[in-house]
């Protein structure tokens, strides 16, 4: 593996069977995700972004192909190397998934319950500083319902953090967000990307999110089952030649092309 990818996937096929029939998704793609950087999943409805994100962090098999996380297949690896694998990075999902009993703290410590051996109070203080990291600290004995869609959205990336991940996948982050509040958490997604050098897999549509965290992006097309565009969102925007890419990345319908 190349010193600079901490993520490589390699000719992989991704869809599903139903009644003898199998559709495929996603043929054939390959991408690297350099270490540190925040790259982007971006599509069109139906293109499989969210469910590229669902292979790359295990929860389902590809038809074929090859993920690799820092070094480590994880279409091939057995039960107990999986989860090694999986220790490597958090996951925020795109609505959060906090657990509605608990509180934000709670949530936060769960991860910590569960994968460490500290004690009550070493748990305690790390889920604390996870949810400083986030904004958060003042709010740890709410409930999720107490707190506004951002605030649920940060307390989810806290928990994502808890057990120190190189590697954070967020579905969708900025979605529901008013653009103040989504512009907040971009600069959050930032800050933690380059004092924490943690490396960010986001998927998402917004445009404004996009240009302003991603360092690199790549298109999925439903059409063409693959990578129809690679690059800086302002390469995309600026040069490419692909229609579909250039409508998406200059906001002009398809109603408004000559």
Known sequence: MSAQSIIEVD??????SA??????LLQNVSFRVLRGEVFVILGGSGSGKSTLLK??????????????IDGDDIVTA?????????????????????FGSMSTLENVRLPLEEFTEFDDD?????????LYLVGLEAAAHRLPAELSGGMQKRAAIARAMALDPVILFLDEPSAGLDPITSAGLDRLILRLART?????VVVSHELASIFAIADRVIMLDAQTRGIIATGTPEQLRDHSDNPWVHRFFNRVSEEATP
């Open 11 to 16: 000719n992989l096929t991704i869809g599903y």
């Open 19 to 24: 009644d003898g029939e199998s559709t495929v």
């Open 55 to 68: 292979h790359m962090i295990g929860l389902h098999q590809p038809l074929r192909g090859r993920i690799a």
């Open 78 to 98: 057995d039960a107990a190397a999986r989860r090694a694998i999986m220790r490597k990075f958090g996951v925020m999902y795109q609505m959060g998934a906090l």
């Open 122 to 130: 070493a748990i305690d203080l790390v889920a604390r500083t996870k």
């Open 196 to 200: 924490l050098e943690i490396t960010f």
